[in-house]
């Protein structure tokens, strides 16, 4: 059933939060909330001496209060968030966010929308930045942030300034990029062709760090690279643990995506991934492994979009902006017209 989330309609939840949490003598108010286009978000005032760590083992309990699937419970500054998906979540589309972006700094990709409301966005070139991992099960919504993450970069940056390198071994998630004008290669679709790929990249490195240049930014892209990584094998390995530790002077950067990044396959390649784009994963475990910290919700998250960004130390809920499907077609003349397509 569908719930249109009026104000009555917040204030009768944000009773019920209070009311799960003083049956079990944890004393709580709810002291605001607000709405973002996938989830309802209490904040709630504990008492002194109340521990966090009891909020979420009442997780269950107040989820079944509210009539939600799960809810998530995070901190936030001196507040608890309570995170309750909505019945009658509404899309983030791609290009009307970018449009009310005209001054988006350059090599800056846009995720979609934090839980405040605002775009959350990702300047490659910053130091926290860099490289980023994105992570998901299937229906997380991974492979379309992926691919806004790309086409948010290739709208609004001319190709004398950032190319691409794809690499995608099974040949599903960036087929509907290979038009785009900055791809500088075509994509690798098979793990020989991505080796092949890498070496040439490191090779670029070592030529831009003798040179002292870093432009254009090459953003490498690989989707499933765990898959990769298991298929080519030590040279494949050995070629990302180098551009992860050392592309960034030279301007590259990596962006890769896996299902279940476990620590023994991504090794020391995650170890230098330190912005991480958590969606839904399976459990607590995938999620503490993924994301690089402890109880960070993403083993609840909804699906379809709704991610984490981890970054700093600081975890942010965001629903993911994507591409709408009748806008793929004019993807590539978009691209070719720089920000111009903006202002109309």
Not at 150 to 164: D, G, V
Not at 318 to 324: D, G, I, P, S, V
Request: charged share 20%.
């Amino acid at each position: 059933m569908t719930v249109i989330p009026t104000r009555d309609y917040l204030n009768f939840q944000a009773d019920r939060i209070e009311a799960v949490l003083a049956s079990h003598r944890v004393p709580v108010r709810v002291h605001s909330g607000m709405l973002s286009p996938r989830w309802m978000r209490f904040f709630v005032a504990a008492a002194p001496g109340a521990r966090l760590s009891v909020v979420r083992n009442l997780s269950e309990e107040i989820a079944m209060a509210l009539g939600a699937d799960n809810v998530r419970i995070a901190r936030e500054g001196h507040s608890v968030a309570v995170e309750v998906p909505r019945s009658d979540p509404e899309p983030v589309l791609l290009l009307p966010m970018l449009r009310g972006l005209p001054d988006l700094p350059p090599h800056t990709a846009c995720l979609g929308l934090a839980d405040d409301g605002r775009p959350l966005l990702l300047r490659l070139p910053s130091p926290n930045v860099t490289h980023v991992l994105v992570a998901g099960a299937t229906g997380s919504g991974k492979t379309e942030l992926m691919r806004a993450i790309a086409i948010s970069l290739a709208l609004t940056n001319r190709q004398r300034h950032l190319q691409f390198a794809l690499i995608d071994t099974k040949s599903r998630g960036f087929s509907p990029l290979v038009n785009l004008p900055h791809l500088m290669t075509p994509p690798a679709f098979d793990a020989h062709s991505a080796a092949e790929l890498l070496e040439w990249l490191n090779d670029e490195m070592d030529r831009r760090d003798a040179q002292g240049v870093a432009l254009p930014r090459i953003v490498i892209m690989v989707d499933e690279v765990v898959d990769l990584l298991m298929v080519g094998g030590k040279p494949v390995e050995t070629s990302l643990i180098r551009l992860a530790q050392r592309g960034r002077e030279a301007g590259l950067h990596l962006i890769v995506g896996a299902q279940k990044p476990s620590a023994g396959v991504l090794g020391a390649v995650k170890a230098n991934l330190p912005v991480r784009l958590v969606g839904r994963v399976s459990s607590a475990d995938d999620a503490r492994v993924a994301s690089g910290v402890s109880a960070s919700g993403a083993e609840k998250l909804s699906g379809g979009g709704d991610f984490i960004a981890v970054a700093g130390g600081q975890v942010t809920r965001f629903q993911a902006a994507y591409l709408a499907a009748h806008d793929w077609a004019q993807l590539p003349r978009l691209a070719r017209e720089g920000r111009k397509w903006m202002a109309r």
